[in-house]
């Protein structure tokens, strides 16, 4: 196996011990899952600090959740592309919070309060993205896709994380459908409203 191939695999295989184990997890136990011997962790990583540091960079690494974002299925109506794309982000933002709960890590400090509000910052690849899904919605929209975006990523991160969702996360079709349609009954939703989450 090429190494840098090698080198994923090994992160692949630690990622769910360190969800589970946290830094209690042992190279034995990581060479198992990854179906090597543990002299061969040794030749890819110096020591485990070195691989769980390795491991939680991977973890944070945007790039395979916008793969995933770009693979929705095109043909999908607009609230369908939403929901997947949710459900790709709620995946991540579950991972990363039980990546941070089992090693004990904070999030990161929030940036310091202005007097004035500050210019909307650039968006990233994943704002991008879901902008881009509701960019068909434009017209139905009582604000710019790219705020849409970053309401439905403030929502599936509030109703996913379990701490600020009191353990009861949201649905994906949920989030969607608050964001799109509030929770307010209307008489052109009324089929709609039965689906609504409250």
Request: with cysteine; proline share 11%; aromatic share 4%.
């Amino acid at each position: 196996m090429p190494p840098e191939a090698r080198r994923a695999s090994i992160i692949a295989a630690t990622l769910p011990l360190l969800r589970r184990h946290g830094a209690a997890v042992t190279t034995a136990q990581i060479a198992m899952a990854a179906g090597i011997a543990e002299g061969t962790l040794f030749r890819v990583f110096p020591d485990k600090e070195t691989l769980i540091k390795a491991a939680i960079t991977s973890a944070f690494d945007p790039k395979p959740a916008e793969r995933e974002l770009d693979n929705i299925d095109p043909e999908l109506g607009p609230r369908e592309r939403l929901i997947a794309a949710v459900e790709i982000l709620q995946h991540r933002v579950e991972g990363i919070w039980q990546l941070m709960s089992m090693l004990g890590l904070s999030p990161p400090p929030l940036g310091k309060p202005t007097e004035s509000p500050p210019s909307a910052p650039p968006l990233d690849g994943g704002q991008r993205r879901f902008a881009a899904l509701f960019e068909p919605l434009r017209g139905e929209l009582r604000c710019a896709p790219e705020q849409a975006a970053r309401l439905l990523r403030i929502m599936t991160f509030a109703g996913t994380h379990p701490r600020i969702s009191e353990g009861i996360s949201l649905t994906a079709a949920e989030i969607v459908a608050v964001v799109l349609d509030g929770i307010r009954i209307r008489p052109d939703l009324d089929a709609e409203a039965e689906d609504s989450p409250c």
